[in-house]
């Protein structure tokens, strides 16, 4: 039995189970807290730390690239360079023309 279901209990006289419906939203809440609390002490705060950070990334959705064209030169060798909507082209433009210029 978890720390917080104790506490739960406890704190209650006992009487935390007839108050608490068990499919109620609040127990889901209780039992999640104490799985998160049992993960904290198994694998230490930091690295639990460190998991939530990295499923906190994981939920981010993924910013779109940009369309393919042309944008400054990320190199600075340019004052434009060809995106072509994956990666840097050796595609590049000055005043006098367009070369080929490999990064």
């Not at 720390?3 to 809440?29: C, D, E, H, M, Q």
């Not at 981010?60 to 909507?85: H, I, L, N, S, V």
Request: no cysteine; net charge positive.
């Amino acid at each position: 039995m978890g720390f917080l279901r104790k506490t739960f209990i406890i704190g209650t006289a006992g009487l935390g189970r007839a108050v608490v419906n068990p499919n109620s939203k609040k127990a889901r809440i209780l039992r999640a807290s104490e799985r998160q609390l049992d993960v904290d002490i198994e694998l230490g705060a930091q690295e639990a730390a460190y998991r939530r950070q990295v499923l906190r990334l994981l939920e981010t959705p993924a910013q779109p690239r940009p369309d393919a064209g042309w944008y400054p030169d990320p190199t600075g060798r340019y004052p434009k360079r060809w995106w072509d909507g994956s990666q840097w082209a050796d595609r590049v433009v000055d005043t006098s023309g367009e070369y080929h210029d490999p990064l």
